[in-house]
């Protein structure tokens, strides 16, 4: 069973910046996409940013700008750069892989971010 494992999340403060890395425990093929998602206290698991197999990246309107998802085939990770964060970013973050074939979704248990003075 492939395990995904998030790591770099911690304490930042506003304005400050962060990397998050997701790392997977083996190889996952035929992927659609992976992304990195979010909850905040009391708020639905949200999109933050995806990046299809084509390449092609989306990002929640909120983060446009100042987050930039990333990956690196050849090391199964992939990547969060956050940049200019605020408050608002504070949440659990997790990041997710979506395969076509089988249909598969893996999550991974999810890393704590807090922006704060």
């Known amino acids: 069973q492939v395990q995904l494992v998030e790591s770099g999340g911690g304490l930042v403060q506003p304005g400050g910046s962060l990397r998050l890395s997701c790392a997977s425990s083996?190889?996952?093929?035929?992927?659609?996409?992976m992304g990195w998602y979010r909850r905040a206290p009391g708020n639905e698991r949200e999109l933050v940013a995806r990046?299809?197999?084509?390449?092609?990246?989306d990002y929640a309107d909120s983060v446009k700008g100042r987050f930039t998802i990333s990956r690196v085939d050849a090391e199964n990770t992939m990547y969060l750069q956050m940049n200019n964060m605020t408050p608002e970013d504070t949440a659990v973050y997790y990041c997710?892989?979506?395969?076509?074939?089988?249909?598969?979704?893996?999550w991974g248990p999810g890393t704590q971010v807090t922006v704060s003075s």
């Open positions: 990046i299809k197999s084509s390449g092609i990246t």
């Open positions: 083996g190889i996952i093929i035929n992927v659609s996409a």
């Open positions: 997710n892989t979506e395969t076509y074939y089988p249909r598969e979704t893996y």
